[in-house]
Every structure is written in structure tokens, then in C-alpha cells.
């Protein structure tokens, strides 16, 4: 059993989509029971083919497998649809699983959708994978997916190129294992979601990504408003995220281990697009933003300029810190081009690109950080941050991973897949990946707990520690702004309050740092803060308990971290206390409430729908 230090700092902020109270419809697995996840979801309808609840709530059994033969067919437009694994036991395993060859369809979501606490695997036991296992259509769509592992990707886990007003996203505490679909995957494929349209909200905190493409694959579009913070990212062929138009962006508290690991190149970069002035692309940056991208209508007047509150760069928030970037010494002989021909000591390519009469120069070198246009930008405004960041600073091997994430024939067998990709003569692509993946690449075994194959009907897993693999180090890597260890947090079994690492860091882009002492320890039993009804739709009672007396602050934020009302703020005793919420203006949306004590703090999630 892998040792792990436990941090009991309160709490995992569980950010739920608009939903209405009610019973769950509890769906039964096992294998008697396949295709019923997909019939019960899809005929929940009224006679007229509405939804008979349009935020019902489907609840999978604890330590149940749920084969799938059909595709999910949701029409739910002004709903939500949440998928939930019940709590006390293993979480529940979705399969794709087909009948009598019939390939099992994308799941076709006209509905904001939320995915929780299930154990989802893409690949077909006959080794095929969807290339969108989710489609989400519609406008002001929002999509949550947490306390999730994930494995198998082709091109993309989740589409949302078809919300193309009002798109949410919020992915946390999540494990992507094995995104790449083989030798058959192609540089950029691999994505955990792709949404190349105006985004108004991404949340992307605390999860964990190998061996996937483009992680986020925004392009061309405006963020509104995004959060990628403690995440770590491993054996990733590609950039975390492709856009680079942000109105506010934190991207704070990362660890990239081989991310990008095929390297940055001048000519594919150049020809391909990939960035608007033709330049490296890097792993953090930041453009100016104009009418010739897609934006939410809102921020273009009547004259077909913008408006004043994004037109001018000093109009944006970017704070890029606390990121650690490392890669692999078993990637060197690929780096300095002594695996194949050179050009000016760099790997050959044989292709051509966009136009391009080839073969021409590449340069493949390490994932460099920024590039020179956001180098520049950086430099000339004060709202637009990067700082302590480690850039090459240490290698993986000082990192002290549980886990080598690329030991030399892992590495090998990456290098001759792209140099296949790259055209070079005679090098045939890999015809067996499985040094590169960190499972066993088999769609018929399940992993449970410290195993990669469990015993028939005994997999999945309680926690993303569970996994055989361990991405918890041993290196001294802790935040400048919030205090806690870089990346993320599950695989030491640390409890992540995302709310309150937030709350740090848009501290620490004002200049104001909370340092890294070690933060003061209380058990979550000993607070026992909640709040109840949630969801409600009027008011709500707040619950804490106080071990021993002291100050108390505690304040209720919106999903920006704005402040909503401050209902508590004065010296209280040890004890239970209740406090009543009542808003009067708020509008329906996912709400939290932070208790500040002299001793630490707690924060959790409500939801008010009106």
C-alpha cells in the first residue's frame, strides 16, 4: 500500500449544476440489467416526449458495472440530466458494450449535463473507441463532471462545439488515464473537451491527465472567465489548452511533467495555425483580443466594435503562477536529433504542411513556457502576470514521482510514434503502444484497488489513489499563493478546497500572499458545516460547529468569488450555531458559503433556483 500524507483541511467543493430537489431514480447494474442505464434515462418522458423532471437526478449503484448498448438520446433543453454514483463504495463502472456488432452510438445530450463519482470507460471490449463518446447541444448548456476517472480517449471525450451561446464548464477531482488511442492517434487528438466557441465560465481544477492531445481545446474564441489551477498533466502530446483570448484567466498551480512532450516546432506551427502570428505556441499565453474572434454578442456595440469594458488590454486579468514544468532525460536523444538525421542539431522532418513544399526544417525542442508575443505583453501591462514559475528548474527524477512516468522503452516507443508522424522513412508507427500507457490497455479488465486487473465483478475504485499508478512526489513543490502542493491534490488523499485556493490566489495577483506555512489542522467532523434544504429556493439554514470559541466570519460568494452578503462577522463561543440565508435579489445560480475562524477555514457549495 502506497503511503500518503493525509490533510484534513476542509473541503472539496462540489460545484452542482441548477437542479431541483427530488428522489433519485436509482437505475440497477450488473449484467442482467445491460442497456437499462440508457433505457430508463432515454424514456423518462411524459406522452408528449417532454421530460417528466428536466433536472432529474439518476443514481448509479455503489460497486455496480452498467453496460451500455445504446446511446443516451436527451432532448432537455431548459434542464439537467446528472448521472451520479452513489457514495459508500466503489464508484460505479459505466461500459461501453455493444450487441451483435453494433458499435455503441455518441451519446446525444440536448440538456446541461452533470457526471459524478462513476468510473466511465470508453473502449469497446472489441478495442473500439468512439471518437465523441458525449455530444452536448444547445445554447447556455453547462457541463460538470467530477470525482470521475475516465479512461480511453480517440479524438474527444466530451464535444461542446454545439453550445455555441453560453457555455459552462466545470471539470474537477477528475483522473484522464490513457488518452491516446494508440499508434492510431494523431498529435492534437485526446481531448478531455473541446469547445472551440465563446466560453463564458471554465473551471478546470485538481484533476490529473496522461497521455492526452489537447486537453482543452479552445480556439479562436473568447474565455470569459477560467480557472486551470492545481492540476497535473503527464506524457501529454500537446498544449493543456490551444486558446489564448482570456478575459480573466487564473492558471495557477500546475504541474506539467512531459507536457508537450513531441516538442515545439517553428515550420508546423508556423504553417499550421496553430498560433495567429505564426510563433511557438508554449504552454501558458495570452493574445489581444479583437472582432475577428468569436465572442459573446455582449461585448460588441452597436458599431461592431468592443465594448468598453474589453477594449483596451488593461481590461484583462491573466495571473499565470505557481506552475512547475519538467520533462523525462529519456527524451533527450530525441531532442538533440541524435535518434535521426539533423538539421542544426534537431530531429528531421520529412512532411509537408499547409502548403509547404517539403521536407523542411524543424526545430523540436522542450515545450517552451510563452511565447515572445505573451513575453512581451507581460512585460509592458501590470494586469497581465506571470510569476514563480519553475521552468525546467528540475528534472522528473527530482521530482521523486511514486511512479517513473516515462522509463526508457515508454519513451522509446513514443519517440518512433511521431517520428512515424513526422515521415520519416522506413520508421513504422508502434504496433503496440503498452509501454506508453500506464493501464493495461484492455478493455475487458477493470482496475480496482492498487490492481490494474481486478477479479471478475470486483473493479473500480473509491478514490483516485486507488489507482496501481502513484503521481504523489517527493519533492518540497508547495504554492506561493495558496500554500498547498503543487498539482493535484488526490493522489496524497488531500482534501482540496478549491473555493478557498481561489480565494488565494486572486489575493496573490493583488500582491497579497498567504505564504506556505503549514496550515493549521481541522477535522471536517469537528466544524460539520452544511446547509439545509440544497438546493432551495427561498432560504436556507447554515450549520456549524465550533470546537472552542473564537471569531467568526462567515460570507456567502458567487461562482466568481464576488461577495454576495456577509452574515456572520463577531466573536462567537464554542458550539453549534445555525444562521438563516435568505436572498432577496440573487438570482438562480451555484453559491458558496465560507467560515473563516481564527483556527481555519471551511467552505461548501449551495444552490439557489428560483
Request: net charge negative; proline share 5%; aromatic share 10%.
Amino acid at each position: 500500500m502506497k503511503t500518503r500524507t493525509l490533510l484534513f483541511v476542509f473541503a472539496n467543493l462540489l460545484i452542482a449544476t441548477s437542479l431541483i430537489a427530488q428522489d433519485p431514480i436509482v437505475i440497477p447494474g450488473g449484467a442482467d440489467n445491460g442497456g437499462k442505464l440508457e433505457t430508463i434515462i432515454n424514456a423518462d418522458t411524459t406522452a408528449d416526449g417532454l421530460r417528466n423532471n428536466p433536472n432529474q437526478v439518476y443514481e448509479l449503484e455503489a460497486g455496480q458495472f452498467y453496460l451500455q448498448h445504446a446511446p443516451i438520446i436527451v432532448n432537455n433543453p431548459d434542464g439537467t440530466i446528472i448521472i451520479r454514483g452513489q457514495e459508500g463504495g466503489r464508484k460505479p463502472v459505466m461500459i461501453r458494450y455493444p450487441l451483435e456488432e453494433v458499435n455503441v452510438g455518441t451519446n446525444q445530450v440536448n440538456s446541461s449535463l452533470t457526471l459524478q463519482n462513476i468510473q466511465i470507460h470508453n473502449m469497446q471490449p472489441d478495442n473500439y473507441i468512439r471518437a465523441i463518446p458525449w455530444n452536448i447541444s444547445g445554447d447556455n448548456h453547462h457541463l460538470l463532471v467530477e470525482d470521475c476517472m475516465v479512461e480511453h480517449c480517440r479524438r474527444m471525450f466530451i464535444d461542446m462545439n454545439n453550445v455555441q451561446a453560453g457555455a459552462e464548464i466545470e471539470i474537477r477531482n477528475c483522473y484522464f488515464r490513457d488518452f491516446q488511442d494508440g499508434s492510431s492517434s494523431q498529435w492534437w487528438s485526446g481531448r478531455v473537451v473541446q469547445c472551440k466557441v465563446p466560453v463564458d465560465t471554465l473551471i478546470f481544477e485538481n484533476n490529473t491527465i496522461t497521455g492526452s492531445g489537447l486537453t482543452i481545446l479552445g480556439h479562436g474564441s473568447l474565455f470569459e472567465y477560467a480557472v486551470i489551477n492545481h492540476n497535473t498533466f503527464i506524457n501529454n502530446r500537446k498544449y493543456p489548452t490551444l486558446n489564448q483570448y482570456w478575459k480573466e484567466v487564473y492558471f495557477t498551480n500546475n504541474l506539467f511533467v512531459n507536457t508537450n512532450w513531441v516538442g515545439e516546432d517553428h515550420e508546423n506551427v508556423a504553417s499550421g495555425g496553430q498560433d495567429p502570428d505564426a510563433l511557438l505556441h508554449g504552454l501558458s499565453g495570452v493574445d489581444t483580443i479583437t472582432t475577428d474572434i468569436w465572442m459573446n454578442p455582449k461585448f460588441i456595440t452597436e458599431d461592431s466594435t468592443l465594448t468598453d469594458d474589453i477594449d483596451e488590454i488593461s481590461d484583462y486579468i491573466f495571473y499565470a503562477a505557481d506552475n512547475v514544468v519538467v520533462y523525462s532525460s529519456t527524451l533527450d536523444s530525441y531532442y538533440d536529433g541524435t535518434v535521426d538525421g539533423v538539421w542544426d542539431d534537431a530531429p528531421a522532418s520529412y512532411l509537408t504542411w499547409g502548403g509547404v513544399d517539403g521536407p523542411f526544417k524543424v526545430v523540436n525542442v522542450p515545450a517552451i513556457w510563452a511565447n515572445e508575443r505573451t513575453v512581451a505583453m507581460v512585460a509592458d501591462w501590470d494586469n497581465l502576470k506571470d510569476e514563480n514559475n519553475s521552468i525546467y528548474e528540475m528534472s522528473v527524477a527530482d521530482l521523486g514521482l511514486g511512479t517513473d512516468p516515462l522509463p526508457q522503452d515508454a519513451a522509446d516507443v513514443l519517440i518512433q510514434w511521431n517520428r512515424n508522424k513526422w515521415g520519416v522513412p522506413d520508421v513504422e508507427s508502434p504496433a503496440d503502444m503498452l509501454a506508453a500507457q500506464f493501464g493495461d490497455y484492455d478493455p475487458t479488465t477493470i482496475p480496482g484497488v492498487e490492481v490494474e486487473a481486478a477479479p471478475a465483478g470486483e473493479g473500480g475504485i473509491t478514490k483516485i489513489s486507488d489507482m496501481i499508478e502513484d503521481f504523489s512526489y517527493t519533492a518540497n513543490l508547495v504554492s506561493v499563493s495558496d500554500g498547498l502542493r503543487i498539482g493535484a491534490l488526490h493522489w496524497n488523499d488531500e482534501v482540496y478546497d478549491g473555493a478557498a485556493s481561489l480565494a488565494a490566489v486572486k489575493n496573490a495577483y493583488n500582491g497579497i500572499y498567504i505564504g506556505i506555512d503549514d496550515p493549521v489542522v481541522v477535522f471536517e467532523s469537528e466544524f460539520d458545516l452544511k446547509n439545509y434544504p440544497n438546493p432551495f429556493n427561498s432560504s436556507t439554514t447554515i450549520r456549524f460547529n465550533l470546537p472552542q470559541d473564537s471569531h467568526v466570519n462567515l460570507s456567502v460568494f458567487d461562482i466568481s468569488g464576488r461577495l454576495v452578503e456577509t452574515l456572520v462577522d463577531e466573536n462567537r463561543a464554542g458550539g453549534i450555531h445555525t444562521v438563516q440565508f435568505t436572498p432577496d435579489n440573487a438570482a438562480s445560480s451555484t453559491y458558496f458559503y465560507k467560515l473563516t475562524t481564527d483556527y481555519n477555514t471551511a467552505t461548501r457549495k449551495m444552490i439557489l433556483l428560483k
